[in-house]
């Protein structure tokens, strides 16, 4: 089965911000090691430099049946939009001198899957065992029996967390949003 998921349907409805990531501006990132779509271990508080890091609940295949009632869940449609976005970005953010991750729950043999199938030019992290989010206190939800982070993007300068995009919607216009922000503090 085919399906578009690179389109965001009109009506999805929009997450608001409850709080949860308030306490996160400021705090330094923990150091914590996730597997990446290569097969190596990044431990992103060790990582130097300017950092987008987006957090997403689950890249769709487009060979798997429509997840039920998924639209209905405010924030979660939308993980490949917004994965395209930062990869049609990435040159600029590079030149930037920014480094992009994303980060998600999900299976990691459904990230590499997506990670080949989108050409993403940068790594995509699993957090399977939710070790990052829970140390970070972020926001998570249920689908389906599965805990998923919901979507955030931070951005760190050697380790501490700068800025905190939450709650990000629509997903696609993230990468714009960042490039924003990167640009009014002259990053």
Request: contains cysteine; glycine residues 8%.
């Amino acid at each position: 089965m085919i399906k578009d998921l690179h389109t965001l349907p009109a009506n999805l409805p929009v997450p608001v911000d409850d709080g949860a990531c308030d306490h996160l501006l400021g705090s330094t990132l923990p150091s914590v090691s996730l597997t990446s779509t290569t097969g190596k271990a990044v431990n992103l508080s060790a990582c130097a430099g300017t950092l987008v890091i987006y957090f997403y609940p689950m890249l769709g295949r487009p060979d798997s049946p429509p997840l039920i009632g998924w639209n209905d869940i405010p924030g979660a449609r939308g993980c490949t939009p917004q994965s395209c976005a930062f990869r049609d970005s990435h040159a600029e953010l590079k030149q930037r001198g920014v480094e992009v991750f994303g980060v998600s729950a999900q299976r990691l043999e459904d990230q590499q899957e997506a990670h080949a199938r989108l050409h993403l030019p940068f790594a995509l992290l699993n957090d399977g065992q939710l070790a990052l989010a829970q140390a970070l206190k972020l926001p998570t939800f249920e689908y389906a029996g599965t805990r998923l982070i919901k979507r955030l993007t931070l951005i760190t300068t050697g380790g501490l967390i700068r800025k905190v995009f939450y709650p990000v919607f629509p997903p696609n216009d993230n990468a714009r949003e960042v490039i924003a922000w990167l640009a009014a503090q002259q990053v």
